[in-house]
């Protein structure tokens, strides 16, 4: 297994972090300090300490939450209250997937596994997430059609969603469903903003087809990495 795996799945660091720590010089195997993110160890016979102390494969498990509005998406945070504080029934560190904004609510990823968004959740897989929407004020079809188009953000892209309507949904004409692929942060209210409009609240309701319908507001369920898959590529509730 390569170093910077090993490392994450130690549950002490997500990926890059775990190279950072390597190149760092903190990392010794067996003994000798060692500067490469791929060095091959075996995690049977090799022994990998960080700062002088022995590293352990753990146990890797994933979350998927109803986020709270109020709640940051960090591991740890000086002024706010951290989702992964909402979970009690499990001890070791854990790492949000997939940042959702302090103000955001909806469906979210937590896991101790490094590799994760690397491997299921990388761009380059180009998942989609779907929003809800509440705009400041009501939006017409001219509109919408407009915003389908794409929109120039404040922060100076061009970007269109991959999916835009306007949701039966009261107060009317305020919800919109938006479907985006990019991982920009707060990229739903830009591009709302482009469009003329801010956002007051915001629900992310799928990630790729797993959609959020069960969960109450800061409620989470564990699934295994193959349920977690699955519910993403396939389809399935949460
Ligand atoms: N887009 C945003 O603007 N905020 C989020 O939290 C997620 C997507």
Sequence with gaps: MRLNKFISSCGIAARRKAETLILSGRIQVNGKIVLAPFYEVDPRNDIV???HKELQLIEKVYYVMNKPAGYVCASADKFDPVVVSLITDYEGKLYP????DKDTEGLLIITNDGTF???????SKRIPKEYEAL????????????????????DGRFVTPVRLEIMDREPANRWVRVVIISGHKHEVKLMAN?????VERLIRRKIGKMTLETLKTGEYARLS?????TKIFNGGIV
């Design 97 to 100: 997937i997939g940042r959702l």
């Design 135 to 154: 705009l400041n004020i009501p939006i017409n079809e001219r509109q919408a059609e407009n915003w389908r188009k794409g929109v120039d953000t404040p």
């Design 49 to 51: 300490t960080f700062d």
């Design 117 to 123: 968004t690397h491997n299921v959740l990388h761009p």
């Design 194 to 198: 482009g469009a003329g409009f801010s």
């Design 225 to 229: 990495i193959s349920e977690l898959s």
